[in-house]
């Protein structure tokens, strides 16, 4: 592996770890300038023991970092293609664009309290922001919901995972990319949903090279900031970014941000993957 693409993985490894350069060199004991360098392909081959160090304060396998997995061998692993249109990175909403709305679970809240559906999803959007940016917790999220809908034990998770399921199509859409392209999640949703999604395979569970989770970085779409961090962490530049939404808003931050966009019908998922592949064309 030489030193350039040695140094894209630990600033990969880095970011993904949620650090700034300064709080990866507290945590490893390194210098700035070391860092700097060796991130920037700078120093010719950083001895195993700093990136040990590394590999530790980040909580990534040695083995990862040294270039035994998806980028270690040119003759093990096809090379990630551009498109026509320039797209290197591929960025995947969750809610609406993955998995279908769950809205069949405010449904069923409505006949457990006897209300509306109408009433329970405005309460639940009342509160929606602040859960998803992380500054309220899944449990007060679930008493305050559940008070106000005269509820008892509301658990809002146990009523989403028992609704949401794939959109048709999209395992293999998002399979078939991961192949060509990075590929990586950008979402607003709660606490430790997306980890259990992927780990029920309601989620594609391919190998996402970033997933930014809106209630562990504390921005939302269509914040201005959560596309910063998108393109950071993507580590390449706004124009070979795409990303697939089924919210306008989402998609209109998204190009003025310089990103490629894609709107997701999850009423029509066959259309939109076909637009999709035709963005991706190379």
Known sequence: MDEKTLGHKLQLARKQAGLTQQQLCQKAGLSYSTLAKIERGAIRSPSVFTVASIASATG??????????????PALTPAKKRSKNGVTFVYFDVNGTLVCFFHRAFTEIARA??????????LYWRYNDGIVRGDMSLEKFNAALGKELGLDDFDWQKYYMANVEPVPGVEEFVEWAAQHYEVGLISNNMPGFIDE?????????????????SSKVGIIKPEAKIYELGQEMAAV??????????????????????????????????????????ALEF
């Open 113 to 122: 309290c006897g209300q509306q559906p109408d009433f329970v999803e405005t």
């Open 60 to 73: 990534v396998p040695l083995t990862d970092l040294l270039g035994t997995n998806v980028h270690s061998s």
């Open 237 to 278: 530049e706004p124009r070979e970014i795409l990303l697939i939404d089924n919210e306008r808003p989402n998609l209109i931050a998204a190009d003025r941000a310089g990103w490629q966009v894609i709107w997701f019908d999850d009423l029509d998922p066959e259309d939109s993957i076909e637009r999709a592949k035709a």
């Open 197 to 213: 999604m992927i780990h029920n395979k309601i989620v594609p569970d391919v190998k996402y090279t970033v997933a930014i989770d």
